[in-house]
């Protein structure tokens, strides 16, 4: 069974459809991204899903009960990182997990949480949260998130704004946490990341799901490419056209020419040569996820 499924849930702001007929699910122990562009309804699917907005229709089942509008039994077992936990600028992490922990019927040992989120080390310690670092918070946030024993962690952008070192940490950190069974589901916009760490992939956009797979189909889906550069681009596509080659010109000053039978590096190469193209770089490859994510937005037609 699903841990949170969602199932034909619309909304409207006024005249403006920002979920409209959004279905899918979370299954237990995976890290799930959200994705899609600016506007596309990623927070407005987060707060309705952890009750703290209405939506019109359908339903939200997390579970195995229904997600409503205030506070539910099951909200419990759902951590969010949407509407930051208030954090206390003279407060010490430990206080922060002592308060927080006094919310809860059953909290989890707020020493082994402090040890397994990193924020019982020296860096912590007497130090007050007014002196944290965007990292520190980050790690306090998502170790408030966990003092209830959720099930579900829902993070909203969590790497935003954070150095590299600290991304590599709440990376790891999330690794942990999902390997000893919590799933996620996460919005970020840094694409990378999410590749890196979210095992399935859902796509909004314009308030509509445009796609769900697991990040290694999603991935796949998409056709290897030869991507090359030669001293006039322009002249290379035309030879690529008239060999019947699947071609179009890339972003990075690249020729990039779909891979079929028969069209492979070697075979680039030497039509360049032929045509007596300077070929100044070539490589096989497939996009990455923000490549292919472009390309299913506006395949779509409802790239924003
Ligand atoms: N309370 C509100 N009242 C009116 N319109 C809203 C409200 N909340 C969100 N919207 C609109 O709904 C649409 C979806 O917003 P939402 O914040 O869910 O997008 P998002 O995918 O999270 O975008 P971003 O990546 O920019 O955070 C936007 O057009 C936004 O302006």
Redesign the pocket.
């Known amino acids: 069974m699903s841990l949170l499924e969602l199932r034909h849930v619309s ?1 409207k ?2 005249s ?1 459809q ?2 409209d007929d959004v279905s899918f699910s979370v299954e237990p122990g995976r890290i799930v991204g ?1 994705i ?12 309705a899903m952890t009750g703290l ?1 209405r939506f019109d229709s359908g339903d939200i089942i997390f579970d195995g009960q229904p997600v409503k509008f205030s506070k539910t039994k099951a909200l419990s077992k759902m951590g969010n990182l949407i509407e930051y936990p208030s954090i206390y600028p003279n407060f010490t992490a430990l206080d922060h997990m002592k308060y927080y922990a006094m919310d809860s019927d059953d909290p989890e040992d707020i020493q082994e949480l402090m040890k397994l989120t990193g924020i019982d080390g020296p860096n912590f310690g007497k130090r007050k949260a007014k002196h944290f670092s965007l990292g520190m918070k980050q790690r306090l946030g998502i170790a408030i998130a966990l003092i209830r024993k959720p099930k579900l962690v829902i993070l ?2 969590p790497m935003n704004g954070l150095d590299p070192q600290s991304v590599r940490e709440i990376r790891s950190l999330i690794q942990e946490l999902a390997q000893k069974g919590i799933s996620f589901l996460i ?1 970020s ?1 840094l694409l990378d990341e999410l590749q890196r760490l979210a095992d399935d992939v859902v796509i ?1 956009n314009k ?1 509509k799901i445009i796609r769900r797979a697991t990040m290694k189909d999603f991935l796949s889906e998409d056709k290897a490419e030869v991507k090359v550069k030669t001293s006039d681009n322009q002249a290379m596509l035309k030879v690529a056209e008239e060999a019947g080659w699947n071609a179009k010109l890339g972003d990075n000053d690249q020729v990039l020419i779909t891979v079929e039978e028969g069209v492979n590096a070697q075979a680039v190469l030497a039509k360049a040569t032929e045509a007596k193209l300077d070929v100044l770089d070539i490589q096989t490859g497939t996009a990455n996820l923000e490549e292919h994510l472009l390309e299913v937005l506006s395949e779509k037609g409802t790239r924003a």
């Open positions: 909304k702001f006024g403006y920002a979920l959200l899609g562009p600016n506007g596309a309804g990623k927070s407005t699917a987060m707060r907005m909203d952008e919005s916009h909004i308030g």
